[in-house]
């Protein structure tokens, strides 16, 4: 799909679902370069900002162009809990599926994992304290390097909130396989006129 049909193609998802977010901002096409571009790059990218500012709405509108499948953080954490240290390998090391979900070592599978630092929790792992995230990040990280698994991320937390939950190693990886991009401004889930709704602003940096 060349540039053009990616364009269209975003016309055609955002249409389909502004009855889900009732509106679609202005800065969408500039992402939208921002992800062509990494993805010729074979990098992911974290999209920050506040609560509303449309950041797992962008992903998604991007996961169908780009595919990659959206999974909440809480949602990892809380299969963890359950089903134990292996579902990390799941996400991480052994996250390789064909179309049919069979383990395909040719085929890295890309995911986006939504509201990173929001409700990630310790968890002995072989006795020891880990971050499950941070695990997951770094496995990731190894595949990215070795077999192009790309890794996609929303948060509202800054880069050096990244550090503290994540350590330093962590962040410079994250900041290796993704772009930063921020949106700035009011929360859209507040209840206002849409006709009165401001645009969210962004910028693109270093994590």
């Known amino acids: 799909m ?3 049909e990616q364009e269209k193609s975003i016309i055609r998802i955002a249409n389909e679902l502004k009855s889900e977010f009732n509106y679609i901002p202005d800065i969408m096409m500039p992402i939208f370069e921002q992800f062509r571009i990494n993805f010729m790059q074979n990098r992911g990218i974290i999209i920050a900002g506040d609560i509303g500012t449309g950041k797992t709405m962008l992903m998604k509108i991007f996961a ?3 595919k990659f499948r959206i999974i909440e953080c809480r949602h990892v954490a809380r299969e963890v809990k359950i089903s134990g240290e292996n579902i990390l390998d799941k996400y991480g090391r052994l996250s390789f ?3 049919n979900g ?3 070592k040719k085929r890295p599978f890309h995911y986006c994992f939504d509201d990173l630092g929001i409700s990630d929790s310790e968890h002995k792992l072989y006795g020891n ?6 695990e997951v990040l770094h496995d990731r990280y190894n595949n990215w390097h070795d077999y192009g698994m790309r890794t996609y991320i929303t948060t509202n937390k ?5 550090e503290n939950l994540y350590g330093h190693k962590c962040r410079e990886r994250m900041s290796e ?4 991009i921020v949106l700035t401004g009011q929360s859209w889930r507040k209840p206002q006129s849409w006709s009165n709704q401001k645009n969210p602003t962004l910028k693109i940096k270093l994590l």
């Not at 800054?158 to 990244?162: F, K, L, M, V």
């Open 64 to 66: 169908r162009i780009f």
């Open 2 to 4: 060349d540039k053009s």
């Open 177 to 180: 396989m993704m772009s930063m």
């Open 158 to 162: 800054d880069s050096n909130e990244i």
């Open 102 to 104: 069979n383990y395909d």
């Open 129 to 134: 304290e880990c971050n499950i995230m941070a």
């Open 97 to 99: 599926f064909d179309q």
